[in-house]
């Protein structure tokens, strides 16, 4: 059974620039999740979508991030216009349970990006 | 909102040393989560913990769910090479989302 997977694995833009990350789920899993590390500190959460329906996104740092999933598979993070402390490691992660604290959360291998 | 600290932020050891890292926080967790990211990969669930005082061991690693809540512990016996990488702490922010807190992780080395 294919993991959670990422697209692109790094990217590198300048400020101002549009970059959309994209991430596919384990096959079945409802619950998606998109976390994101700044570097050397923790990792945040920034939403859950329950299929395509947004659960939570109380980590969203601002206007300028857009998160969709269409048709409830995979999802894509949107950040537009990139600024400098856009730049991180952007980690998707699935889980098949209830979305609950007790389910397994599944991450992918993250998308690196660095903003000029 | 809630934090997890956790120490220490960074080891270097010999291989076949043991070792130890914790998580506190000043709010209680009622799940105590252990993630390893190895270099270029995503975090891997290590342990879960869910009951205050639960001692769990998986292979050569062990861990606890402190009696107050609101601390945990992750040893490695003898270590190896291939552990090598950033262990995390986590837990949910309620048990009814999947939202998780993270600590800021500890970054393992071993020299062989």
């Known amino acids: 059974e294919a993991g959670v997977t990422q697209f692109p694995s790094h990217s590198v833009i300048e400020k101002g620039q549009t970059v959309t990350l994209r991430c596919d789920p384990i096959?079945?899993?409802?619950?998606l999740y998109w976390y994101r590390r700044v570097m050397g500190k923790e990792i945040k959460f920034l939403l859950h979508f329950v299929k395509e329906s947004k659960q939570d996104e109380s980590g969203m740092p601002n206007n300028r991030f857009l998160a969709e999933r269409t048709g409830g598979t995979y999802s894509t993070l949107k950040v537009q216009p990139a600024e400098l402390e856009d730049s991180g490691v952007y980690f998707c992660?699935?889980?098949?349970?209830?979305?609950?604290?007790?389910?397994?959360?599944?991450f992918g291998p993250g998308t690196r990006l660095t903003v000029l | 909102g809630q934090q997890l600290n956790q120490s220490p932020q960074s080891m270097f050891i010999q291989e076949g040393e043991d070792v130890s890292m914790n998580c506190t926080s000043s709010?209680?967790?009622?799940?105590w989560l252990w993630y390893k990211q190895d270099p270029g990969e995503g975090p891997v669930l290590l342990i879960a913990l869910y009951k205050a005082g639960e001692l769990t061991s998986n292979g050569r690693l062990t861990a606890q769910f402190g009696i107050t809540r609101k601390d945990s512990f992750l040893n490695i016996s003898a270590s190896i090479p291939s552990d090598v990488g950033i262990y995390f702490c986590?837990?949910?922010?309620?048990?009814?989302?999947?939202?998780?807190?993270f600590g800021q992780g500890t970054t393992l080395q071993v020299k062989p």
């Open positions: 096959s079945g899993h409802d619950n």
């Open positions: 709010s209680i967790f009622n799940t």
């Open positions: 992660a699935s889980s098949q349970e209830l979305g609950q604290g007790t389910d397994t959360q599944y």
């Open positions: 986590a837990g949910p922010r309620l048990i009814s989302t999947g939202k998780l807190i």
